[in-house]
């Protein structure tokens, strides 16, 4: 049997070498998963025609990513970047924020797929919470679509004032209240976490908290309002659908506003702004620029991290 070696807290374990867990790893890397096992069970039988019967975790990715160079330089690139990510000791907190539509809960469930990270949440779910505890006659604005938040504004903004752009930020600042504490109570449980929805808008999380090197925040968007709309229809083609599509068609101006005023806050505040036309190519992106800022030296250490799938 082929054991492999690793380090946790300064302590040495061992664990059966795992065709599967391999597999399930490099498909991480967006290697198919009939590929990914037949590479994987490669590797087994290159460790057991050396008469290898115990290797160290950095050893055994040595050898996977020597391999992997020769079969797919690609793939290669993509795994050594999650294990930069896997190998970080604290919690990784990714927000993915948009307008309505532009595709955040799309992205959000790929990048926690690719990563391993088993935690995500919308903040449509944390706003139905708030709205359960705070009542529709002391903050109807909650109550509203972010999108039309404006209707339930107790006093109208002054004439100067957008009142769409008036009820989404009061909207957004009641919201962030939920978002700062899952993002507070991640970061204490240390559980890794993707938070995604039109209520992560850049300047409304805590300073304190989006200062953090492993609170990552990204803003997705969509220049042709075309495109834009064309998602509306893509989401909401099911039968049942249909007249929550018409509610958005209705709005898709304010909506328009509100994408407006992700953009603004995002070159604001300096966060990275990601036009979601393709899938691969947002994901790539958004993969990359964690392992840089996320990934580097001062975060990672030797010992395996708790939080995410091990290989």
Known sequence: MIMIQGEVGGKLYTEPFSKGVLSRSLTRAEMGPNKAYAFASCIESKLKKTSITLITIDELVELIVEDLRDEDPEIADKYIAWRKIKQCNDP?????????GVGTSS???????????????????????????????????????????????????????????????DHVDTVSVGIDAVIERSLKEGISIVIEGVHIVPGFIKKELIEKDNVIMFVLTLSDKEVHKGRFYSRCRQMWARRPLQRYLDNFFAIRKT????????RKFDVKSIENIDVVTTIDYII???????????NVEKSESEGFDDD
Request: net charge positive; proline share 5%; hydrophobic share 40%.
């Open 107 to 169: 992205i959000a469930f790929e990048i926690a797929n690719r990563l391993g990270i088993r935690n995500m949440i919308s903040t449509d779910m944390i706003r139905e919470v708030m709205r359960k505890i705070v009542s529709k006659e002391l903050s109807p604005v909650i109550h509203e679509s972010s999108f039309t938040a404006y209707k339930g504004m107790r006093v109208p903004p002054p004439p100067e004032f957008d009142d769409v752009l008036a009820g989404f930020r």
């Open 288 to 298: 990359k620029n964690i392992t840089e800022t996320y990934g580097g030296i001062t």
């Open 92 to 100: 990784l907190i990714i927000l993915i924020g948009g307008a309505s």
């Open 259 to 266: 994408h407006k005023y992700f953009e603004s806050q995002a």
